[in-house]
């Protein structure tokens, strides 16, 4: 059984089709990028993944259950970094981490979390004073505490410096030797290279590619993972309808 399978996808807003008929299977202990323009419905996608958007069609299964319909029992086993996370002004790194691993049966102990984010420093500094990036690798860490099966990351590297890059990296790597099943939507082709057993590519809510980045470098007589996106999503101004 796969750890998420994705059938034939669906997902509207209002009139705007976001997502049109999207289907991939993730094996369990794999790390699987999600790839796209802008506005190719990525998020949405992995949103429905996470149970927090309800699809028009198709069907989405994660560990065997229903995001939505069974998110009680998903919520222990699942982790949910989204593009922004929302917390208290006040609340400090070290009790936002306290928090959310109050919420698990057998969280990771944070402080570890926090030293291999390069957080540790910052551990009692009030969330309203964490720079943009800071904000943002605290993001992982809040994701990762509950010691899930299935981590959801959704641009995780996104405004950090080279070396919270390669920081955020390496937790990647090691989720990948725990087993632990990885959806990671990214922008930066050098990050699926790296991280990435497989990739899929959408382009206007559509699958347009899914295989290994090497498979499809060498399937497109391309040099780099950059010109086989280049080439796949090459229709500027193109948005789904
Ligand atoms: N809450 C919403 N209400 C209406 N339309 C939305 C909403 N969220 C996304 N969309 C639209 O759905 C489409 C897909 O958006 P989505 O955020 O899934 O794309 P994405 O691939 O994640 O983009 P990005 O790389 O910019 O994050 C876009 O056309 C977007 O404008």
Known sequence: MPAIEVVNLHKRYGDRVAVHDVSFAVAAGEVFGVLGRNGAGKTTTVECVAGLRVPNGGTVSVLGLDPHGDASRLRHRVGVQ?????????????????????????????????DELGLGAQRDVAYRKLSGGQK???????????????????????????????????????????????????????????????VVV????????????????????RSSLDDVFLELTDQAGRTPS
């Open 82 to 114: 989204l593009q922004e996370s929302q917390l208290p002004d006040r609340i400090r790194v070290r009790e936002a981490l306290d928090l959310y691993a109050s919420f698990y049966r057998a969280p990771i102990r944070p402080d570890r979390l926090l």
């Open 202 to 221: 959408l382009d206007a809510g559509r699958v347009v590619a899914l295989d290994t980045a090497a498979a499809l470098t060498q399937r497109l007589g």
């Open 136 to 198: 943002q690798r605290l993001s992982i860490p809040l994701a990762l505490v509950g010691d899930p099966e299935v981590a959801i990351l959704d641009e995780l590297t996104t405004g950090l410096d080279p070396h919270a890059r390669q920081d955020t990296w390496a937790v990647v790597e090691r989720l990948r030797e725990r087993g632990v099943t990885v959806l990671l939507v990214t922008h930066l082709m050098a990050e699926a290279e790296r991280l990435c057993d497989r």
